[in-house]
C-alpha cells in the first residue's frame, strides 16, 4: 500500500500564511473500489470504505484532487477551496526549481500557506538534479504532505526553452533519477504527474516503459495521468488540453498492468458524477482541473458528501465570504502592493457559475477592482447583484445528467503490457 501523510487539522480560521503543523502523521492509501457496474451500489460501497479510513484530526486520501495550475492554484485560491471544502487534496502552482533555490531568503512568499490547506501538495519542476535536491530541502520546514514532480506541463517555455515538464517523459531514466533525488531529501511521499504520450511517442506500450521505468528506478508509487498526450509542435497549452483526444483507455491499462502502484485519473472530468464513474470503475484518486476553478461552489461543496461520504456542512456561500473577507483583510498589500484586491478576488469569479446575478455581479467586480482597496468595500459594491437565495442557498445535491465517459472502458483496454524487462528507449 502507498502511504500519503496525515496532518492534524485545525478547524478556526487562522490567516496568518506562516504558521505550518509539524505534526506529521502517516496515512495509508489503498481503496478496493468494487468494478461494479451498478453505480448507486457501488457509490454506497466507496464511500464506506472511505469511512473506514477516518480516523479522528487526521484527513482522508486523495479521492479528488485539485489540479496544479499556473497563475490559478495560487494562496488564495487554495484559501477559498479549503473553506468550501475540508478533504480535497490541493496542489500548489508549478514552482521550478530554480526558483526555489535563487529564492532562498524569500521563500515564504513561495513556499509558505495557512495550516488550513492541509492536505496540500508541492507540485515543483526542472532538469537539474542539484537544484532539485536543494530545493526539496529548502521545501520540507514547510510541510507539505506530498512532492510532485511536474512531467506533464506542455508549455513552451517549459517543455521548450526550460527543457523540463513533458518533455521529461522522453527521458524515463533520468524522471527515475530525478524522483530518487528527491525522496532521499523529504520524508513526504513523492508523485509524478504525466501526460500519457508526446508527439509520435504515443503507443500504450510507451506509456508503460515510462512507468515501469521510473518506479523501478525509484521510489515513486504515485502517478497523476492527463489522459491526453502532448503535442510540443508550438500549439498553446489551451490547445493542449482539447486538441489530442482523450484515451481513457490507456488509465484503466494501467491499473490492470500495474497493480503495485496507485494511479490517479485527470482530463476531461468536469463534475462529481464524472468523478464517483472514475472511482468506481477503480480509479485511486480523480484530479479535476478547471471546473474546479471555474465552477468551484458546484465542483468543491459537493466533494466532501458525495465523494468522501462525510454529513452535508450545510454551507452557504454568503458564510463562505465572510470568512474569506477575513483572510483577504489579513493578506492585502502583505508585499508591498500586492496582493491587491483584484489579485484576492480573482478565485472568487467562478464562485457563481450559471447563477442569476452573475453576469451582473462580474461587471459590478471588474468596475470596483479600479478602485477599491479593501475586500469590504469590494463586496459591498458587488454582492448587491445577487439575489439573497444565491447567497443563503446551503450546499444542494449533487447536479445530475453528466453522461458516464467511462461506462464501457472495460471494452477498450489496449492489450496487457509484456515488455517490462526491455530496456526503454526514444528514438
Known sequence: MMKFAGYTLI?????????????PRRFRFGLNLANSRNISAAAVKHRLNAKTLMVAERYLPPLFSVAPMMEWTDHHYRTLARLISKHAWLYTEMLAAETIVYQEHNLDRFLAFSPEQHPIVLQ????NLENLARATELANPYSYDEINFNCGCPSPRVAGHGCFGVRLMLDPKFVGEAMSVIAAKTNSPVSVKCRIGVDDHDSYNELCDFIYKVSSLSPTRHFIIHSRKALLNGISPADNRRVPPLKYEYFFGLLRDFPDLKFTINGGINSIDEVNAALLEGAHGVMVGRAAFNNSWQTLANVDSAV???????????????????????????????????????????LFHSEPGNGLWKRKADAAFL????????????????????????????PSGSENPFANIRDLLPPPYKEKEQEVSYA
Open 11 to 23: 478547524t478556526s480560521f487562522t490567516p496568518t500564511h506562516s504558521i505550518i503543523l509539524k505534526t
Open 308 to 350: 468522501y461520504g462525510a454529513p452535508s456542512s450545510g454551507l452557504t456561500r454568503r458564510q463562505v465570504l465572510k470568512q474569506y473577507e477575513v483572510y483577504g483583510e489579513a493578506v492585502l498589500g502583505m508585499y508591498g502592493k500586492k496582493p491587491t484586491v483584484r489579485d484576492v478576488a480573482k478565485p472568487l469569479l467562478g
Open 124 to 127: 515543483i519542476g526542472g532538469s
Open 371 to 398: 478602485h477599491c482597496t479593501t475586500m469590504k468595500s469590494f463586496f459591498e459594491e458587488t454582492l448587491d447583484a445577487l439575489p439573497d437565495s444565491v447567497l443563503d442557498a446551503p450546499i444542494g445535491e449533487v
